[in-house]
């Protein structure tokens, strides 16, 4: 059964002699579909957060294939230099190997620190939701428990007004005017 905040609005119940006070009981339902109708809400922030931190993730993926092209590109060019002119080639493929070598390095730190960054992301949306799941669960445990607790009293009420009703019902007739 799904409980949306009108559900909790809109909950009526039946009137009683010595019952609760309607206004608070109304109030405390009000106040109550405000605040799980905000847990929504921020449930649906956090699912709106993790899906651009999935999106993120995967740009940053594509940025990697276009990092190992380039390095890719810059060995061939190292390469055809080589083909040209030996002695010159060989400086050349020294430079390029060294550039090539810390531009790995460089992409692969940035790699990391953004596959990293977007693993705390999506680890602490992650907490967070059900951090708030777990709230809101709790919340409609209480509420429960409470419904509960005013069924018993309720029952309880009935039975010693029915017994006194009893209990001077034959009291009366024992003793007839």
Do not use: C, W
């Not at 109030?27 to 109550?32: D, S, T, V």
């Not at 550039?99 to 992409?107: C, F, H, L, S, Y």
Request: aromatic fraction near 6%; charge should be negative; glycine fraction near 4%.
């Amino acid at each position: 059964m799904n409980i949306t905040p009108f559900d909790i609005r809109s909950q009526e119940f039946s009137g009683a002699v010595s019952g609760y006070n309607r206004r608070e009981v109304k109030q405390f339902l009000e106040n109550l579909s405000s605040e799980f109708e905000q847990m929504l809400v921020n449930a649906n922030d956090l699912q709106t957060r993790i899906q651009h931190l999935e999106i993120q993730l995967g740009e940053l993926r594509s940025g990697e294939d276009d990092l190992k092209r380039a390095v890719i590109s810059a060995g061939q060019i190292a390469h055809q230099m080589k083909e040209n002119a030996q002695r010159e080639a060989e400086i050349i493929k020294r430079e390029a190997e060294a550039i090539r070598e810390q531009a790995e390095r460089d992409a692969q730190a940035i790699l990391d620190q953004a596959r990293k960054r977007a693993d705390e992301l999506l680890r602490e949306a992650n907490l967070d939701r059900d951090r708030m799941f777990s709230e809101a669960h709790a919340k409609v445990q209480e509420m429960q428990t409470g419904l509960e607790q005013v069924k018993s009293e309720k029952a309880q009420f009935l039975a010693q007004y029915r017994a006194m009703l009893k209990a001077f019902l034959e009291l009366s007739a024992k003793h007839p005017e």
